[in-house]
């Protein structure tokens, strides 16, 4: 990777890369796997530099939709709705990439642990209370198959007509969303609504 | 004589018989079951609007919310209030996810007609041994009148839920997913909320034209059937079952998928075979709420998912034997 390349990464990841460039670049991130690791990896550390959260996942949004471009013919394909009416559609090479995922990302990729014991099996998500900034990782802690498993499970589970909300929060949670840190005033409320409202133990 | 009072008798057993079941019919409207009825008739037929938050893993995030229902056809808008601005348009199947800062829009299409709100116990859910459901007191949320239900799990393999019920409505204004020390792990309450209003237009179209954005479709899922199958876990945990059965074909997988979906009624687990891939992935993974488990066994390889407990998925997965 040369240098002008690394510097429209990093044009490319603050946002100030024009879109024309922005475009080939995206191109170029679909047919190129270490393109993908690089532009993620400049996520990562502007987000380190900056003090945020890294969200995993965040950086699926740009390979996945730079996956999406490709070089086949377009074909028109007639949605159910008017707004999409004499749209072109491109099909998404990527199953992740799924609008379904990327709405629960709006709900943000939250703690994403690795495999091979990185997290004992006895352990269970980040408590609502916890005052410990979780350990976000990268995406690529969870494989393409392992997404689309989730993905397929968010689905059938919902077509039972149980936990739609839950399956859905977790498979639109498999994209890819940067979320900033909450206002303390905000948590500071929900926290202590949570705390006054506990129900007896368990028996 | 004898034959006097027998129509007495009989009218008085059935005034008494009927006082015991107007009783009961009154109870049972107030019973926390007759609750979640009518809850998951609410999600499905209410018309809503507001602001939603939602808390998980320390962190706090704001989303608009809308959706109304016009001669069955269900529209509905989710916008983050923070981040790039994501916003997801529902218009009856198809759902459009609008990326303001890619300038891109990805389509795809649901089958169900679930909805952000619906996850939780429906009226087809059954509390067995594995779960007690109670009425916990009244109190407010967002404005409004509302009644707490706890629905607590026994052991430590399913989540357990506290649900704010509007009192009017029966519609969830507050949701805790529950892990079994008490703590909540995820809540999505409502700071505020219009019920059953008229929604204006401009709150469910997009925020964004997207008449320059490049669009994108989802490849319809992959066709399944269902099947039988020699597979099955030996060590469920109490209360779950196999509920469905499928093949499935996977983009990540030259060969179809068994999927085998358990339940306890609430909390769901799939299992996923497939052939066994060097790349594989191995052990306990967590996205949110939701855990995984994956492991070799002999030529397959095997993948347990659920908004379970990491424990819950490692034992029924690492419990599957072909017959």
């Known amino acids: 990777m040369n240098d002008a390349i690394r510097m429209q990464i990093s044009a490319f990841v603050d946002g100030e890369l024009p879109d024309n460039e922005a475009d080939l670049l995206l191109r170029r991130m679909g047919q190129d796997a270490g393109l993908r690791r690089s532009v993620a990896e400049y996520l990562a550390i502007g987000r380190a530099m900056r003090g945020e959260a890294c969200w995993a996942g965040v950086d699926g949004i740009h390979e996945r939709v730079a996956d999406a471009i490709d070089d086949k013919p377009i074909e028109p394909q007639l949605a159910s709705e008017p707004d999409v009416r004499r749209r072109s559609l491109r099909p998404l090479a990527s199953v992740a990439a799924a609008a379904a995922v990327a709405m629960l990302a709006i709900f943000g990729l939250q703690q994403m642990t690795g495999v091979d014991g990185v997290d004992s099996p006895g352990s269970v998500a980040t408590p609502l209370q916890a005052t410990v900034e979780p350990d976000y990782t990268v995406p690529q802690g969870i494989s393409e198959q392992l997404r689309e498993y989730y993905r397929v499970h968010g689905a059938t589970a919902t077509e039972t007509g149980a936990n739609g909300m839950l399956t859905r929060f977790v498979s639109l949670r498999l994209s890819e969303e940067q979320l900033p840190l909450p206002a303390e005033d905000d948590a500071e409320t929900v926290e202590q609504d949570i705390d006054s409202s506990t129900p007896p133990r368990q028996p | ?323």
């Open chain 2, 1 to 323: 004589m004898f034959a006097l009072r027998r129509p007495l008798l009989v009218r008085h057993t059935l005034v008494v018989v009927g006082l015991l079941a107007a009783q009961a019919a009154a109870a049972d409207s107030h019973s926390p079951e007759s609750w979640l009825q009518r809850m998951s008739v609410a999600v499905q037929s209410t018309s809503y609007s507001g602001t939603v938050i939602r808390v998980q893993g320390g962190k706090t995030e704001a989303l608009k919310v809308a959706r109304e229902i016009q001669d069955g056809v269900v529209r509905e808008k989710i916008a983050a209030q923070e981040g790039n601005g994501l916003e997801i348009i529902r218009v009856g199947n198809e759902v459009h996810c609008i990326l303001p800062d890619r300038k891109s829009v990805l389509v795809e299409e649901w089958e169900d007609q679930s909805t952000l709100f619906s996850t939780l116990p429906s009226s087809e859910i059954r509390f067995g041994n594995e779960y007690d459901v109670a009425i916990v007191r009244e109190g407010r949320v967002a404005g409004r009148d509302a009644v707490l239900i706890a629905v607590r799990s026994h052991d430590r393999y399913r989540y357990g839920q506290r649900i704010w019920l509007d009192v009017e409505t029966a519609f969830p204004l507050q949701t805790q997913l529950i892990a079994d020390d008490g703590s909540a792990i995820e809540q999505v309450k409502f700071a505020d909320i219009s019920l059953n209003e008229k929604i204006q237009a401009s709150a469910l179209a997009p925020s964004y034209s997207t008449e320059n954005f490049r669009w994108f479709n989802q490849p319809a899922r992959h066709a399944n059937r269902t099947i039988e199958t020699e597979w099955s876990s030996d060590s469920l945990p109490q209360g779950f079952r196999a509920i469905a059965t499928h093949e499935e074909k996977m983009a990540e997988s030259e060969e179809p998928v068994i999927h085998i979906l358990y339940s306890d009624g609430l909390a769901n687990v799939s299992v996923f075979i497939a052939a066994a891939d060097d790349n594989e992935m191995r052990g306990v993974s967590q996205v949110g709420v939701s855990s995984s488990f994956s492991l070799a066994s002999g030529d397959r390889h095997i993948t347990a998912v659920g908004e379970v407990p990491p424990i819950t998925v490692e034992q029924i997965a690492t419990g599957m034997r072909r017959r």
